[in-house]
């Protein structure tokens, strides 16, 4: 008899850890469907001009699916990533399923991204099923911020999204520039699965914080399976494979599932401009008549409707038609109402930090085994790519190893550390006393002549500019009376102008 109690209390108990994963919260006190019906109706109420308003929409006839069908439609998807259908699967799925009519809108402008989604990700060689992730993250909402600060439709965190580059300050949010934000969360999925080789763990702690999931397998007897983790993580990014199954089945059983099956009629045709100075989207508004819902649309990155450009370009997007009068008035544009609009006295007022912010600290590259560190001085002219390149390692390594965020951003004259093979170490240590044009013949590739072509003279007309720190075209231009950044960009056949490095030689015509 007592056997049989320990059976049953035994039974019980599995059977209450399975269902853990609905029953822990009502769906008051539920944090990811809170939060993704939160991110959905503030869309839809605060969306003006977008995408969303110019869906074709049939109503929908809402379908009672019993969880067998569920069960069916997940056993049918054949994906990389495992996916298993469990309770709390089908509670995200009847809240995406509740929300009816909103949904649907949703649901097409996922499908409608999902494009593009699914091209970067076949660029990059992961399953096309994780374009359904920005509707499980976000519920397409590109303004989303979460309470750990995760932010736009990728719901990047911070940490992540400058390790990738993208630039984050009081003015600017390149989270929140769809094209910046997809391939740096495609960068940062698929480095968190060549660290796991699992696809649950790795967008675990895409969602988490590979700390707080590296955390939890220990606490879990070193058990690498989420299922096994998944009450361990913390709440804010836990749910996240139960919400992408959910996702899934919704994208792909739509029209079982009695959603209807919209169709975006929107295109807009664009021009980009460079923004050398300081800029107002109400400047834009006023002299040349571009709402400031188009501007938002096209330019969300942009916090404040201010382009910050003081020390470098910025990208700005307007529709076609515009960008005629934004050259004949652009004198008029920038000097409109300037003194009000950027009045050094009245500075804008930022939100204050989130007390609850958190932000994960990913695990940095592995030091091979095998290896000794060496010191490596920045010169004039180098950057990580080279210097990849020289030592033989990825240069992923070298910025995990020390901590660079943004490789545009290094400085002559800085130390990094590098680990390299052991028995090679004298090799690579004489790569310190080298110059360029020895460490390229070293990798096979000739430089003396193409460095010697570039110092040649040039006509009477042209001269070079050596790029000093902490210049930009802009810095460059105000050098040189007649000579704007846009010219130089044009000279040198620059697309990028934060591509330019120390010591590059750049071609400046006299005026």
Excluded at 147 to 165: D, H, I, M, P, V
Excluded at 316 to 330: Q, R, S, V, W
Excluded at 396 to 409: A, C, F, H, S, T
Aim: glycine share 4%; net charge positive.
């Amino acid at each position: 008899m007592r056997n049989n109690i320990f059976i049953l209390l035994f039974a019980l108990g599995f059977i209450n850890a399975a269902a853990q994963k609905s029953t822990d919260n009502t769906h008051s006190e539920d944090y990811y469907l809170n939060t993704w019906d939160k991110n959905l109706s503030s869309l839809l109420k605060n969306d003006s001009n977008s995408i969303i308003n110019h869906i074709v929409f049939n109503n929908s006839n809402l379908l009672a699916i019993s969880d067998f069908h569920y069960e069916k439609y997940t056993s049918n998807i054949k994906s990389e990533i495992e996916l298993n259908y469990d309770i709390r699967v089908g509670e995200i799925l009847n809240d995406y399923i509740n929300n009816g009519s909103n949904t649907a809108k949703i649901l097409a402008y996922s499908n409608y991204l999902g494009v593009y989604f699914e091209k970067e990700l076949e660029d990059n060689e992961l399953p096309k099923e994780l374009k359904y992730l920005p509707f499980a993250l976000s519920a397409m909402n590109n303004m989303a911020i979460s309470k750990t600060g995760a932010a736009g439709l990728w719901q990047l965190n911070y940490s992540a999204a400058r390790k990738e580059g993208l630039y984050i300050d009081s003015y600017v949010d390149e989270r929140k520039n769809i094209h910046k934000a997809t391939k740096a969360a495609i960068s940062e999925i698929k480095h968190l699965h060549k660290l796991y080789n699992d696809w649950n763990l790795a967008l675990a702690a895409y969602s988490c914080g590979a700390s707080n999931v590296n955390k939890s397998i220990r606490r879990a007897n070193n058990q690498m399976n989420y299922d096994s983790i998944y009450l361990l993580l913390p709440e804010f990014g836990r749910d996240i494979i139960p919400s992408l199954t959910a996702s899934i089945i919704l994208h792909n059983y739509a029209d079982s599932l009695g959603l209807c099956n919209n169709k975006i009629n929107f295109k807009i045709a664009v021009d980009t401009l460079e923004i050398s100075k300081r800029l107002h989207f109400i400047q834009l508004k006023e002299v040349i008549g571009i709402s400031i819902d188009t501007l938002h649309f096209l330019n969300p990155e942009y916090k404040h409707d201010i382009i910050p450009a003081v020390s470098e370009l910025y990208t700005l997007l307007i529709p076609k038609g515009y960008l005629a009068a934004f050259n004949k008035y652009e004198d008029s544009i920038y000097s409109y109402k300037d003194s009000v609009l950027f009045d050094i006295s009245k500075p804008v007022i930022l939100p204050p930090p989130s007390k609850s912010r958190h932000y994960a600290k990913y695990e940095p590259e592995q030091v091979p085994d095998g290896s000794v560190r060496i010191n490596y001085t920045i010169k004039s002219g180098d950057n990580l790519g080279y210097i990849s390149e020289w030592f033989d390692v990825k240069v992923r390594q070298i910025e995990d190893w020390n901590n660079i965020y943004d490789p545009r951003r290094i400085r002559a004259g800085k130390t990094l550390k590098i680990y390299v093979d052991k028995d090679k170490e004298s090799y690579y240590k004489k790569l310190e006393t080298m110059s360029f044009a020895e460490k390229q013949k070293r990798e096979g590739k000739t430089v003396a002549e193409k460095e010697k072509k570039k110092e040649e003279p040039l006509g009477k007309d042209w001269f070079y500019h050596t790029v000093k720190s902490g210049e930009s075209p802009y810095i460059i231009a105000k050098k040189y009376d007649g000579v704007s950044p846009e010219d130089i960009l044009r000279w040198n056949n620059i697309k990028n102008a934060r591509s330019i490095q120390i010591g590059q030689k750049l071609k400046i015509k006299k005026k």
